[in-house]
């Protein structure tokens, strides 16, 4: 695993890779480096001119590149919905599902179309709604994998079914915190439900580290505290395509392992190369786990099978 990078990605001349979030930032480095390996990329987000130059940009570099974009909103589970329903009537098999896309400290609280707080609702129950809605195209798959994009903020997170939508109070790193938990609870959990089930499916956790894109001036703002240090020291971030490393080394290697968690090698798994990433000790609760996914499945409206 030393020194992983997209060069050690196989080549590959078919699978079908859905990406979320991937009009820009990792996301778009994801589809860039699966695309140029050969796989069929659906690169996926809410704005459709954003996915029509982000195609251009990756025609620029490799004009063979299989690339599609499909509109969808994870702040709308009828948007999920439709999503979903458009992949099921065409019957292809999905063999990667990377749920990168996100929601980052809304200096106020804001609310889904579906009434959840924005970052809980886009980044965790977004991404439940929609996997769940996809499995039977996953297990269409040979050897299908689910990469969930966590990050480092996961340590600090804690899953309060008191007030999950932060209605009592509202801080918007600790709301960021718990839905990036959930993400890494849903990625753990949903490897042992496919082992429980037999789904064959692979669950793999990853983050990105502190990487250079926009999700801080997005999300907290450009002038939040953040947002400065995002837009006038760039140098404290690394490059978005070092950023994807360890998403890419999770859904392309063969010594990735479901149930595990990956990220960068170096600075408290700020930047380096993809190696084995710490799991939270309350990442690791199979009974906040269970029922964190008991709950997801009554809010998303959803069922696995």
């Known amino acids: 695993m030393k020194y992983w990078t997209k060069a050690n990605i196989p080549q590959r001349n078919e699978g ?8 820009e930032g990792v996301g778009f480095e ?23 130059e982000s195609i251009a940009k990756i025609h620029k570099i490799n004009p063979k590149a299989e690339v599609i974009f499909e509109k969808i909103d994870l702040a709308n589970l009828s948007s999920i919905k439709d999503f979903a329903w458009r992949m099921t009537s065409k019957g292809q098999a999905i063999d990667l599902l990377i749920n990168n896309a996100g929601v980052m400290t809304p200096p106020k609280r804001l609310e889904t179309k579906d009434g959840f707080e924005l970052q809980f609702g886009t980044n965790h129950i977004g991404h439940f709604a929609l996997t769940a809605q996809l499995l039977p195209l996953l ?22 079914f008191d007030d999950l939508q932060s209605k009592s109070s509202y801080a918007p790193m600790k709301a960021y915190s718990q839905a990036k938990l959930a993400n890494l609870m849903f990625a753990l959990e949903l490897q042992r439900q496919s082992e429980k089930h037999g789904w064959g499916i692979m669950s793999i956790a990853a983050h ?22 995002r837009t006038f020291f760039p140098f404290l971030f690394q490059p978005a395509a070092q950023g ?12 990735a392992k479901g149930g595990l968690y990956y990220g960068p090698n170096k600075m408290s798994e700020t930047r380096g190369f993809p190696t084995l990433a710490k799991i939270p000790t309350q990442a690791e609760d199979i009974d906040v786990s269970l029922k964190l996914w008991e709950v997801s499945q ?3 409206k959803v069922e696995f099978y």
């Open 244 to 255: 994807a490393l360890p998403t890419l080394y999770a859904a392309t290697s063969s010594e």
């Open 139 to 160: 297990r269409k798959s040979l050897h299908p994998r689910v990469v969930t994009v966590s990050s480092i903020a996961n340590r600090e997170g804690i899953i309060n």
């Open 298 to 300: 009554k809010l998303a």
């Open 30 to 52: 994801d589809a860039l480096a699966l695309s140029s390996a050969g796989w069929n990329v659906i690169m996926m987000g809410r704005n459709a001119q954003k996915g029509t």
């Open 208 to 229: 990105p580290g502190v990487s250079r894109t926009n999700l801080l001036i997005t999300g907290a703002g450009r002038w939040s505290s953040s947002g400065i240090m």
């Open 16 to 23: 079908l890779a859905v990406i979320t979030g991937s009009t």
